[in-house]
């Protein structure tokens, strides 16, 4: 017991000394980790992770900077700026992804301006301001459908599509169809129409979202229409009831046109028929007589005309097309003839009146 | 793509996509920046126009030929082009006898110019001159900014946002610790403005945050302020202000019943049900050369039961 003590004393004196220098030698190792990455600065960086920044706000020593060692200094500046951004980047929380070790970034909090101004809702279009209305509800369909012809799963629409109209090689007549009628003619048609209907759909829908105006029935969807196009338009505005526009009224300085109307001349039905028995006579005469009508005029200009053709030709300086010319005069100049001079008959009418067709 | 006057028509599915990726966003891309030469320009500008394209890689455009604008005179041009390249930043370099080795930074709002920093290049070290190894294109620099003159003086700060808004990469969620080899350092002095450009080394401190040696890398400049073109503060505000909420985006194809299960839909292929295997049985199983008719109409019979 005598000897024990001083062995406790001994042990408790050196474990206090041990304690204490175990204490200062770990205070001074971490001293020694950090010294690596320490900086010490008068202000502190602001930081924004989100967009790897950092800002330093001390004063720059405009002495230091003076000196012929500029670049120097700006290094050492930018280490240890970049070395406080960089602890401040290993503060962050961590995950593993793909044996690499990355960093999760926060939001950035310096605010840039945008690109092009934040995108508007759209306003509604007609089908979905119906929907609205009525309370239907948007139907979720599955992307494919079932295809018994083919046994499989094809896509709903597109491409390879499970119930292909256009790829049927029969199509029944339905009973109070036309029996001449070409069925896959009318399904193309009524395609083509739904898809024309379809777009002008869609374009109007742009239209109203943008309150750009478009012009309404019966005028060209060009911004600016001719008063020809808008007066026709105005009339046929007119018609366009019931009665066919007779109880409409006129606007204050407005004169309902008189000339509207297909034009065609009749002969009347009952009063004088002498002109009429006249015409046919006439017409009795020219087609028992042996001989040609010969419109002289006509066939002066065109004797003219050919003339002129052939001179022209004549005049031309080509070698090689000048036999061909010359033939080809010589037909038509027989042919003129032969025209001018040739039966022409009752009815044929001249090709001189092609032109005004 | 066919125009009606107010809307475009996309006859196939890429230009609808060109078309789509062209419209404003809730969150929008990153800005692609294009660099483009004045009517003049002296070796110095060329050398500079071809190295920060070469730090802007994937979203910059360089334009070849050389443009006699003033953008501060008229700005037309400048949005023509920003408007047929989809580009809100760029960087337009001339030099003339009055403004020697003159860059403007800009930056656009709705394809109309926000802000515009003419800056002189004093002192310029490209890239070709510095020969060590660079870091891949692509990388997002760390940006540093030091001088008390970015905090105090109003143009100082709207060119630190500037400068931000150029030199900093896409936006991500993530970042590869030790990717991070680029930083941009910019220091304001005296109304100059010192860019210098280092690749960071991470070397073995103590503890886990190592420790960061820096080597020289890159173009650096020598800046000096000269004219600028603020945009007023309403259109600064206006440029600045962000849609209402994003959405996150919903998972496709799941679904949950009212007790909270999570349904999904499979559409399977077609399967040969003959060959189709329920439960094995081990004494059904075919036994080499041996199989009667019976064991195998058993055997036909008893998944079918199953079943």
């Known amino acids: 017991m005598w000897g024990r003590k001083p062995r406790c004393v001994i042990r408790t004196k050196m474990a206090s000394c041990s304690f204490e220098d175990v204490l200062a030698k770990a205070e001074r190792d971490e001293a020694e980790k950090l010294k690596g990455i320490t900086v010490s600065k008068e202000l502190d960086l602001e930081f924004d992770p989100g967009n790897l ?6 004063r720059i020593d405009t002495r230091e900077f003076k000196d ?13 700026n970049t070395q406080l951004l960089i602890n401040e980047m290993w503060k962050l929380p961590t995950e593993r992804v793909e044996e690499v070790i990355v960093a999760k970034l926060p939001d950035p909090t310096t605010l840039l301006p945008r690109e092009k101004p934040a995108p508007k809702p759209k306003p509604p279009t007609k089908w979905e301001q119906f929907a609205k209305l009525k309370g239907i509800q948007k139907k979720k369909k599955t992307n494919l459908v079932w295809d018994e012809v083919h046994k499989e799963w094809r896509r709903r629409w597109g491409y390879k599509r499970a119930k292909d109209d256009t790829k049927e090689w029969l199509i029944e007549v339905p009973e109070n169809a036309d029996p001449n009628e070409d069925q896959f003619n009318k399904r193309n048609k009524a395609k083509k129409e739904r898809v024309a209907r379809n777009e002008y759909n869609r374009l109007k829908n742009i239209a109203r979202a943008q309150k750009i105006k478009v012009p309404g029935m019966g005028l060209a969807p060009t911004p600016r229409q001719s008063k020809a196009e808008l007066a026709q338009a105005v009339n046929v505005a007119k018609i366009s009831t019931a009665s066919v526009g007779k109880f409409q009224d006129n606007l204050p300085k407005e004169k309902t046109p008189k000339n509207t109307g297909r034009k065609r001349k009749f002969q009347p039905l009952i009063g004088d028929f002498s002109s009429e028995k006249q015409k046919q006579l006439d017409l009795l005469k020219v087609m028992d007589s042996k001989k040609p009508r010969l419109d002289v005029t006509k066939a002066v200009n065109k004797q003219m005309r050919e003339e002129d053709m052939e001179s022209r030709h004549k005049n031309k300086k080509d070698f090689g097309k000048k036999g061909r010319r010359g033939k080809m005069s010589g037909k038509g100049k027989g042919k003129a003839g032969g025209k001018g001079k040739g039966p022409k008959g009752k009815g044929r009418k001249p090709q001189m009146k092609q032109g005004k067709r | 793509m066919t125009r009606y006057g107010f809307a475009l028509k996309a006859k196939t599915r890429r230009s609808k996509r060109f078309l789509q990726s062209r419209q404003p966003k809730l969150t929008e891309d990153q800005k692609s920046s294009m660099i483009i030469r004045g009517g003049n320009t002296s070796q110095t ?5 071809k190295d920060v394209y070469a730090l802007k890689k994937p979203n910059a455009v360089l334009y070849k030929r050389k443009n006699m604008v003033r953008p501060f005179d008229d700005s037309t041009a400048l949005e023509f082009f920003s408007k047929k390249s989809d580009c809100s930043l760029f960087l337009f370099g001339s030099h003339n006898k009055k ?31 510095v020969k060590t190894d660079t870091c891949p294109e692509g990388t997002k620099p760390l940006l540093v900014f030091a001088g008390e003159l970015f905090e105090t003086d109003r143009e100082h700060q709207r060119l630190r946002s500037l400068l931000t808004d150029f030199f900093c990469g896409p936006r991500v969620s993530a970042v590869r610790l030790a990717g991070l080899e680029h930083v941009l350092h910019f220091t304001a002095l005296e109304g100059k403005i010192y860019m210098r450009s280092y690749k960071v080394l991470l070397k073995k401190s103590g503890c886990r945050t190592p420790r960061i040696q820096l080597q020289d890398m890159g173009p650096s400049f020598d800046f000096v302020m000269r004219r600028n073109h603020m945009a007023s503060d309403d259109l600064y505000k206006t440029a600045h202000r962000q849609p209402r909420g994003v959405k996150p985006k919903k998972k496709k194809n799941i679904s949950h019943d009212a007790f909270g299960t999570r349904l999904g839909r499979l559409h399977m292929q077609k399967q040969d049900l003959d060959k189709l295997q329920t439960r094995k049985m081990k004494g059904l199983r075919k036994r080499r050369g041996e199989q009667t008719a019976e064991t195998a109409a058993a055997a036909a019979k008893a998944p079918r039961t199953d079943e």
């Open chain 2, 45 to 49: 500008v060329s050398q500079a126009l």
């Open chain 2, 99 to 129: 403004r020697p080795n003159n860059l403007i930074f800009g930056r656009m709002f709705d394809f109309h110019v926000l802000d515009m920093f003419e800056l002189g290049i004093e002192r310029f070290v490209s890239l070709r001159d």
């Open chain 1, 68 to 80: 012929c060692k500029r670049e120097d200094f700006l290094r050492s500046l930018a280490r240890d």
């Open chain 1, 53 to 58: 920044l950092a800002f330093d706000k001390n």
